[in-house]
């Protein structure tokens, strides 16, 4: 693969014709173009980009952006209609579920059929195949019809197929972020992992948190054009504040006395930022004992609706709960602004987890934390070591008493 370039696009447009009735079609085809019985939607116009060999590029916008045309034309199952495209290298796609799969076919021989239509020989597939099972987790299924498999369990067997060929580009589209939370997490280890390796990662999502957690570069777009690209930080504040300025003229249309920036009905999470020792970031040393952990919530929620609840959780490497703490439990109520906005910070002072990697989760609840508005996956993960011996998860409060005397 080019150590130059891996994907460049210049000047990328991906045209649409709609016809009204199928009859305008035959119509337009005998009037050989002297007239046009079609009208004209650009789902790209103009998109340039350039990703060198281990960058991940994060797609943003909203529904109907052109996100996933951008993606499929990278993949080449669209074709441009104006501008030039280069992608170099082996592309792996998770697009659409179950794409490339023949339903009469078992598990095992799609696995065949889909890495061979990546390039791997039929060697190369013999050595990886038990691998791939072992990976999707549906071992006991995978030689029945996959028209028999539930849509968690196509998109186990695709991610694991897509991912396992060695590619130089990865394509991940949201529309397959379904299954259980066990194999969402070795999904995105997989994805990190292939990030760590030097490969090409696009990777389209509405999950902001992933975006700055996974990518180091962001492209958001908006009606078929770059609205911005650039550091992801940045590019999501100002999508953030594009989606806050939408929700308050939607609720100025509605009820003109009232201003409000958040959705209707709901909250949602604007950032939230994870701190060990000051330093800022998606991966954090931490020092067991000794390290002050700070967890940092923005959030936006409508002011006509009681004020949210907040928690943050942590999980260990294979997705156990370890400990959590929420305001509702705690006995807080979360302050906010007149126009629904507010803060929410906890701070772990000689944080008592003890060795281990642990991922941060936050949730936005309603006042009695029943309701989910929004939960962050992942936000950030923490490497934690330790200076003395003891085991488990926590290093508990505790004294030693001999003889009647207390020692702590």
């Known amino acids: 693969m080019s150590s130059e370039v891996a994907i460049r696009a210049e000047g990328l447009c991906k045209r649409y014709d709609l016809y009204a009735q199928p009859s305008d079609r035959l119509k337009q085809i005998l009037w050989r173009g002297r007239r046009r019985y079609y009208r004209e939607f650009w789902a790209l116009r103009d998109v340039s980009i350039d990703l060198r060999p281990g960058e991940v590029l994060g797609v943003i916008g909203r529904n109907g952006a052109g996100k996933s045309t951008l993606l499929q034309l990278i993949c080449g199952t669209l074709t441009p209609t104006s501008g030039s495209l280069r992608v170099d290298g082996r592309v792996a796609a998770l697009l659409e579920l179950g794409a490339g799969f023949n339903p009469e076919f078992s598990g095992r021989e799609n696995i065949y059929l889909n890495a061979s239509i990546l390039g791997l020989s039929q060697e190369a597939i013999d050595e990886r195949c038990e691998q791939i099972i072992d990976f999707s987790g549906i071992r006991d299924f995978i030689d029945q019809p996959v028209k028999t498999y539930s849509s968690g369990m196509y998109v186990r067997l695709a991610f694991s197929i897509a991912t396992s060929v060695e590619p130089d580009i990865l394509v991940v589209d949201e529309a397959l972020a379904v299954g259980d939370g066990e194999f969402a997490r070795k999904s995105f280890d997989r994805i990190m992992a292939l990030r760590d390796g030097g490969k090409t990662i696009l990777f389209c999502s509405h999950s902001m948190y992933q975006i700055e957690a996974l990518c180091n570069r962001a492209l958001w777009l908006e009606e078929g054009s770059v609205a911005e690209a650039g550091a992801p930080s940045g590019v999501v504040v100002r999508y953030n504040q594009f989606l806050d300025r939408r929700s308050e003229s939607a609720r100025r249309e509605t009820a003109p006395d009232t201003s409000v920036s958040a959705p209707l009905g709901t909250a949602r999470i604007a950032r939230i930022r994870v701190s060990a020792d000051g330093a800022t970031g998606p991966r954090l040393l931490v020092a ?93 993960q923490l490497e934690v070591t330790q200076n003395g011996l003891e085991l488990g998860f926590v290093s508990l409060p505790h004294r030693w008493e001999f003889g009647g005397a207390a020692r702590r």
């Open 288 to 380: 067991s004992g000794s390290s002050t952990v700070s967890i940092s919530m923005d959030f936006v929620a409508d002011p006509a609706l009681p004020a949210p609840s907040v928690a943050v959780l942590f999980t260990d490497h294979d997705g156990r709960v370890v400990a959590s703490a929420g305001t509702l439990n705690d006995g807080y109520d979360v302050p906010r602004d007149a126009q629904g906005r507010g803060t929410a910070r906890i701070v772990f002072e000689r944080f008592p987890l003890l060795k281990g990697t642990y991922w941060v989760y936050g949730f936005l609840m309603c006042e009695k934390a029943i309701h989910f508005y929004e939960n962050a996956e992942m936000v950030a």
